[in-house]
């Protein structure tokens, strides 16, 4: 595992440290500790979300809520802040 290997891998691919590590049959912070070598840093959580996200889709992605789904939302977070209120 050389650096050219880690930057197709992780960077260009976004591959996660989990799936190089199973690929080269070594432990996962193995790989962590030489990206930080390399590089200095690994991804933010907020990163490798969005890339498994991008990747193997989500279930809300490109879907809207129907009307009726808006409504029960919308009289669940009133019912919720009038019980709230009712406290104080």
Known sequence: MNRDYLDKHYWKDKESTLQIAKQLNIHPNTVRRAIIKF????RTKSEAQNIVIKKS????????????S???ISNTLKRKEDHGSQEE
């Not at 590089?39 to 690994?42: D, S, T």
């Not at 889709?57 to 009726?68: E, Y």
């Open 39 to 42: 590089w200095g840093k690994l």
């Open 57 to 68: 889709g989500h279930q809300r992605i490109g879907k809207k809520h129907n009307q009726d």
């Open 70 to 72: 808006k409504d029960k």
